[in-house]
């Protein structure tokens, strides 16, 4: 992947206010990168260690987290609850919590 389309993905993800989430899809078509939402996820996969770009605020369409369940899934979901992001037998209502750029 190109570093342009890297950086406009790291943008937007930057940009996610903190009590919000946005979808994988969102970042995409917000970064210019149409139905880029599997580009997203890859993105913030590689991520170097200690990053501090709020990837725990990216989550799937049906607002889940896309995680497995595990070490990276209880991050993700203890990152949102400090921001009083609230998960319903593992969802975040999207129409609460979705940012709207």
């Given at each position: 992947?190109?570093?342009?389309?890297?950086?406009?993905?790291?943008?937007?993800?930057?940009?996610?206010?903190p009590?919000?989430?946005?979808?994988?899809?969102?970042?995409?078509?917000?970064?210019?990168?149409?139905?880029?939402?599997?580009?997203?996820?890859?993105?913030?996969?590689?991520?170097?260690?200690?990053?501090?770009?709020?990837?725990?605020?990216?989550?799937?369409?049906?607002?889940?987290?896309?995680?497995?369940?595990?070490?990276?899934?209880?991050?993700?979901?203890?990152?949102?609850?400090?921001?009083?992001?609230?998960?319903v037998?593992?969802?975040?209502?999207?129409?609460?919590?979705?940012?709207?750029?």
């Amino acid at each position: 992947m190109s570093d342009d389309r890297r950086q406009r993905i790291w943008q937007v993800v930057a940009s996610i206010p903190p009590g919000k989430v946005a979808t994988y899809g969102q970042v995409a078509k917000l970064a210019g990168l149409g139905n880029g939402a599997r580009m997203v996820g890859r993105t913030l996969g590689d991520l170097p260690e200690g990053s501090s770009l709020p990837w725990f605020r990216v989550i799937n369409s049906q607002g889940r987290i896309s995680l497995p369940a595990g070490s990276a899934y209880d991050r993700q979901r203890d990152c949102l609850a400090a921001e009083d992001v609230i998960l319903v037998n593992g969802r975040v209502n999207l129409r609460l919590y979705q940012w709207q750029p």
